[in-house]
């Protein structure tokens, strides 16, 4: 992502356990629970003959999903391009010295081949 971000900054770069440590967990796991609620019902409703085989695919499927929403959310804050509060008040501003990944974002976007020094003999190539 390209952004700039319009919030400070707490991590340029957060992993998933730096997403997970952040999570705010009543919002969110009210997010998740819910989602996961709904898909099941929705399973429910929509699954004939089969209902509760198919309302526990679809709440599988909805977890999975609101996991993916809940962690983007948080990575967002890190990042500085949701508001974070509660985040700068938890870890603070990241230090200006440290560079994110992706501070170049021509060599990031167009990396280039790792190509070998001498041509290759494809003639003598074996199996």
């Given at each position: 992502?390209?952004?700039?971000?319009s919030?400070?900054v707490?991590?340029?770069?957060?992993?998933?356990?730096?997403?997970?440590?952040?999570?705010?967990l009543?919002?969110?796991?009210?997010?998740v629970?819910?989602i996961?609620?709904?898909?099941?019902?929705?399973g429910y409703?929509?699954?004939?003959?089969?209902?509760?085989?198919t309302?526990?695919?679809?709440s599988?499927?909805?977890?999975?999903?609101a996991?993916?929403?809940?962690v983007?959310?948080?990575?967002?804050?890190?990042?500085?391009?949701?508001?974070?509060?509660?985040?700068?008040?938890q870890?603070g501003?990241?230090?200006?010295?440290?560079?994110?990944?992706?501070?170049?974002?021509t060599?990031?976007r167009?990396?280039?081949?790792?190509?070998?020094?001498?041509?290759?003999?494809?003639?003598?190539?074996?199996?």
């Open positions: 992502m390209y952004e700039q971000p919030y400070p707490v991590k340029s770069s957060p992993t998933l356990d730096d997403c997970i440590k952040s999570m705010r009543f919002r969110e796991g009210l997010q629970g819910g996961t609620g709904a898909s099941w019902a929705y409703i929509f699954g004939r003959p089969v209902r509760f085989a309302a526990n695919t679809v599988v499927m909805g977890f999975t999903f996991t993916f929403y809940v983007q959310n948080a990575r967002f804050r890190l990042k500085g391009l949701s508001p974070n509060a509660n985040e700068v008040a870890f501003i990241q230090s200006p010295a440290v560079k994110p990944i992706g501070s170049n974002p060599l990031d167009y990396p280039t081949a790792n190509l070998p020094e001498n041509e290759i003999d494809w003639m003598s190539y074996k199996k």
